[in-house]
């Protein structure tokens, strides 16, 4: 019953490869994130998403794209894998708004990327 | 330009001590300020917010200061406990959130 849950927790995948991250969050709520956390432990917000549709995107590459089948999954794709996109990736999930009003954000465990 | 900044990377005291955790920012349009916290192989996790209109909000051992005029909060956490040994990090609102790197704290038996 983990609130919101990715996977899978580790990737270890060589250069030019495409790989998926999935995100599921079962709390109800309207909007949905993904963060980056770098090498240098900063936790970047790259895309949110409420109630499917696309609220925030960052300055992030377009190897990178988001999709929302539906309000309660988040997946990532990445295409091109590059070495520096080895990182931890977190979902999060918030009951509205994307982030403003010092909203709570409830995070998954993170997804461990590795590029070789 | 980080716009959010915890400048010390780590932070150890006593068990039944205060831990002190600081956190300076940028952009006065803030209009919230939040602390999360994380252990290892976890997602970081809501602890304490407080808004800008706000100078202390407290929860428990928990106590969180705005000092607008300084764009500086701080968390206190009274007393330490051996559990409360994680990466704390703020993060400021405003649309979005924008993390700060994160304080290490080591609470010591």
């Known amino acids: 019953d983990t609130a919101v849950s990715q996977t899978p927790k580790y990737l270890v995948t060589q250069m030019g490869n495409d790989k998926s991250i999935k995100c599921e969050q079962n709390l109800g709520h309207d909007t949905m994130y993904w963060y980056k956390q770098d090498s240098k432990k900063f936790l970047k917000i790259m895309f949110s998403?409420?109630?499917?549709?696309?609220?925030i995107n960052e300055t992030v590459p377009n190897r990178f794209s988001p999709k929302s089948p539906d309000k309660a999954h988040l997946n990532l794709h990445i295409n091109s894998l590059e070495l520096g996109d080895s990182a931890v990736y977190f979902c999060?999930?918030?009951?509205?708004?994307?982030?403003?009003?010092?909203?709570?954000?409830?995070f998954g465990p993170g997804t461990r990327l590795l590029v070789l | 330009d980080q716009q959010v900044k915890q400048n010390s990377p780590s932070l150890s005291v006593q068990e039944g001590r205060i831990s002190i955790l600081n956190c300076d920012y940028t952009n006065s349009m803030f209009d919230y300020f939040l602390w999360y916290k994380k252990y290892p192989a976890e997602g970081p996790t809501f602890l304490i917010s407080i808004s800008s209109i706000k100078d202390k909000n407290e929860d428990g051992r928990f106590t969180v200061f705005l000092n607008k005029s300084a764009k500086h909060l701080s968390l206190h956490i009274v007393p330490s406990q051996p559990g409360d040994s994680a990466v704390y990090f703020c993060a400021a609102s405003l649309s979005r959130l924008t993390f700060g790197e994160g304080t290490q704290l080591t609470v010591n038996p």
């Open positions: 998403y409420n109630n499917k549709e696309l609220i």
């Open positions: 999060a999930s918030s009951q509205g708004g994307s982030g403003g009003y010092g909203e709570t954000q409830y």
